[in-house]
């Protein structure tokens, strides 16, 4: 198979590591306690790096060769666990492999308390542009149910900080925690706000049936969230972040202006091309996926043998994209185009656009976009459009 020349990439890089396990997250993430036989945190970069090498020579041999990297995203885990200079040296190793477009997103997660000003500086001054801080929440007593270390009084230092770096932030927030009030939220929310970033995500609590939550909820030590009660909550944070200048453009994302966007996240909901490096790390070329071994050690050993890290891939047919594009682009404010709903489906946008899940100005201009109703039941609107 060979495929076209001169596409823009995207690079995921997944650091696999935190200090604290927390109670509801079910990412591919291991404790230093928890690793064996090699895929220390020491050594994760020459090994991210090596796979840089790899997944180029393959992408070479099947015809793919991309023109630029327009975005990278450093993810976990907790990246900034690393020193700053492990992350500028992967970022370094992989623009000598394909050239970073002058305008690149680099962005890296952090939790606040997994960096300092020094640190901060040093990524900036590396090539990082962007920096993700898990916030969650600015109240004690939510943070500690979620099993969070960090003080929340730290969180307006590492974003003036950050900005003395010339790093653009964003604020990340989860809702719905057991136990949180819509008071909570609104504290919360008013915080991150506070500290003027430019982009704020509010995801709402999943609880995986393989976590810790999981299991106090299931021992009756936690109450469930409420669907309810979590609407009311996301309709809070989006009457906070539009009153104080964010516009929504993805269900759970908010930006002051267009440029402020992520556009690595973006690139994913369009169904753009991107390298996952790293343990349990995906990647998407042209429909083709493929994802890496998850834990550490053995990726480690892999890598060491000069061998691919990937447990497994699938092409996904035509009509599984299809339905991944509906539902992926439909969450975004810009859209989906109607033209790509199943002609046999296409009268239910009108009947949704009459609901009122549907902006019906955008419906006469050919596009299907999300009204605030919409987005708090777009799996439903979803579920009708998808054939």
């Known amino acids: 198979m060979t495929g076209p020349v001169g596409r823009d990439l995207s690079v995921y890089v997944h650091v696999p590591f935190c200090a604290v396990r927390c109670g509801y997250c079910d990412f591919n993430t291991y404790t230093a306690t928890e690793l064996g036989g090699g895929g220390s945190q020491a050594e994760y970069p020459v090994n991210a790096m090596a796979e840089m090498d790899l997944t180029l020579a393959a992408d070479r041999a099947t015809g793919y060769e991309y023109s630029q990297v327009s975005t990278v995203f450093f993810g976990g885990g907790t990246p900034t666990l690393l020193p700053a200079d492990d992350l500028v040296a992967m970022l370094d190793h992989l623009r000598s492999l394909t050239p970073l477009a ?46 969070r270390t960090h003080d929340p009084e730290r969180i307006p ?48 609590l ?68 991107w390298w996952g490096i790293g343990p349990g ?27 691919a890290p990937v447990a497994d891939s699938e092409q996904v047919d035509p009509q599984d994209r299809l339905v991944e594009r509906i539902m992926l682009e439909l969450r975004i404010a810009d859209g989906l185009d109607v033209e790509v709903v199943p002609p046999d489906r296409r009268s239910l946008l009108e009947v949704h656009r009459d609901r009122g899940h549907l902006d019906p100005v955008a419906l006469e201009g050919g596009r299907a976009v999300l009204t605030r109703s919409g987005r708090l039941l777009a799996d439903a609107v979803i579920r009708d459009l998808v054939p």
């Open 281 to 307: 790390a995906h990647r998407h070329r042209d429909g083709l996926r493929a994802w890496n071994v998850k834990h550490p050690s053995r990726y480690a050993r892999m890598i060491a043998a000069d061998e």
């Open 157 to 204: 230092q590492v974003v003036q900080w950050a900005k003395e770096a010339g790093l653009q932030v964003s604020l990340d927030l989860i809702y719905g925690t057991p136990g949180e009030t819509l008071a909570d939220v609104e504290t919360s929310v008013r915080a991150a706000l506070a500290c003027e970033v430019d982009h704020l995500s509010a995801y709402s």
């Open 102 to 147: 002058a305008d690149a997103e680099v962005t890296t997660e952090a939790n606040p308390d997994s960096v300092t000003r020094a640190s901060l500086s040093r990524l900036a001054d590396g090539g990082i542009t962007r920096v993700s801080i898990g916030m969650q929440s600015a109240v004690p007593s939510v943070l500690a149910t979620l099993d």
């Open 206 to 273: 999943i609880i995986e049936g393989n976590t810790a939550m999981a299991r106090q909820l299931r021992r009756g030590e936690l109450e469930a969230p409420d669907p309810d009660d979590m609407a009311d909550k996301y309709e809070l944070v989006d009457d906070l972040a539009t009153a104080a200048g964010l516009s929504w453009y993805e269900v759970s994302n908010w930006a002051r202006t267009p440029e402020h966007r992520s556009r690595h996240n973006l690139a994913y909901w369009r169904g753009e091309d």
